[in-house]
Antibody, heavy 119, light 112 residues
Framework: EVQLVQSGAEVKKPGESLKISCKGS????????IGWVRQMPGKGLEWMGI????????RYSPSFQGQVTISADKSISTAYLQWSSLKASDTAMYYC????????????WGQGTTVTVSS | DIVMTQTPLSLSVTPGQPASISCKSS???????????LYWYLQKPGQPPQLLIY???NRFSGVPDRFSGSGSGTDFTLKISRVEAEDVGVYYC?????????FGQGTKLEIK
C-alpha cells in the first residue's frame, strides 16, 4: 500500500525551531515529487513547495520562499519541512502529498501534522 | 502565480439533486505536452484532501461515476450528478502546470 505517514502534533513557542517529517512507503520514493500544503484553522489549502527526493530539486511558492526549508533524506524515504524561528501565524495543519507530475497530480496525502505556536 | 477562482463558495443541495462547481484560472492550463494540469479534490471534515479528478476529466481510482469533470483552457467544471450525504465537504480545484501549484479558495458543499 502506498502511504505517507507524518510526524505527530507539535506545540512550540514563538522563536523556536521545528522540523516535521513525512515518510513514504509502498512506492519508489525517489521517483515522485513530495509537496507540502498548509491549512490554517478554518481556511483553505495553500501550496508551500515541493521536492524531488531523487536529486533534491526543490521549488518554493513565492509566499513561503525564505520562510521554511524543504528537504529530503532518500536513504530513509523521508521528506521534511522546517522552520528556524516559528511565529504564532505558523499555527496550522501541514500536509505532505506525493505529486505525480504529468499524471495524477497530488494523489496520495499524509494524515497531516498539527503545529501550534503559542507563548 | 496562476490564480484559481471557484464559484460558488458554498452550496446547499438536496440528496439526489445535481451540483456544479466552476473553476477559472488566470492563465491557460494547457501545457505544451498536450495535457491540461487541472485537478479536483474533496476534503471531508477532519480528513486530508482526496483526489477526485485529474487532468480535467479523469476520475481517480475508486471515485464514483456520479463525479465528472469538464472544461479546457481556463474554464473548468466539476459536476456531481446526484449528490449523496457522503459528498459533504470542501471541494478544491488545483493547477500544477509549471510545478508552481495553486488551489482555488474552496467550495463548501452541504446537504439540505
Amino acid at each position: 500500500e502506498v502511504q505517507l505517514v507524518q510526524s505527530g502534533a507539535e506545540v512550540k513557542k514563538p522563536g523556536e525551531s521545528l522540523k516535521i517529517s513525512c515518510k513514504g512507503s509502498g512506492y519508489s520514493f525517489t521517483s515522485y515529487w513530495i509537496g507540502w500544503v498548509r491549512q490554517m484553522p478554518g481556511k483553505g489549502l495553500e501550496w508551500m513547495g515541493i521536492i524531488y527526493p531523487g536529486d533534491s530539486d526543490t521549488r518554493y511558492s513565492p509566499s513561503f520562499q525564505g520562510q521554511v526549508t524543504i528537504s529530503a533524506d532518500k536513504s530513509i524515504s523521508t521528506a521534511y519541512l522546517q522552520w528556524s524561528s516559528l511565529k504564532a501565524s505558523d499555527t496550522a495543519m501541514y500536509y505532505c502529498a506525493r505529486h505525480d507530475y504529468g499524471d495524477y497530480g497530488m494523489d496520495v496525502w499524509g494524515q497531516g501534522t498539527t503545529v501550534t505556536v503559542s507563548s | 502565480d496562476i490564480v484559481m477562482t471557484q464559484t460558488p463558495l458554498s452550496l446547499s443541495v438536496t440528496p439526489g439533486q445535481p451540483a456544479s462547481i466552476s473553476c477559472k484560472s488566470s492563465q491557460s492550463l494547457l501545457h505544451s505536452d498536450g495535457k491540461t494540469y487541472l485537478y479536483w479534490y474533496l476534503q471531508k471534515p477532519g480528513q486530508p484532501p482526496q483526489l477526485l479528478i485529474y487532468e480535467v476529466s479523469n476520475r481517480f481510482s475508486g471515485v464514483p461515476d456520479r463525479f465528472s469533470g469538464s472544461g479546457s483552457g481556463t474554464d473548468f467544471t466539476l459536476k456531481i450528478s446526484r449528490v449523496e450525504a457522503e459528498d459533504v465537504g470542501v471541494y478544491y480545484c488545483m493547477q500544477s502546470i509549471q510545478l508552481q501549484v495553486t488551489f482555488g479558495q474552496g467550495t463548501k458543499l452541504e446537504i439540505k
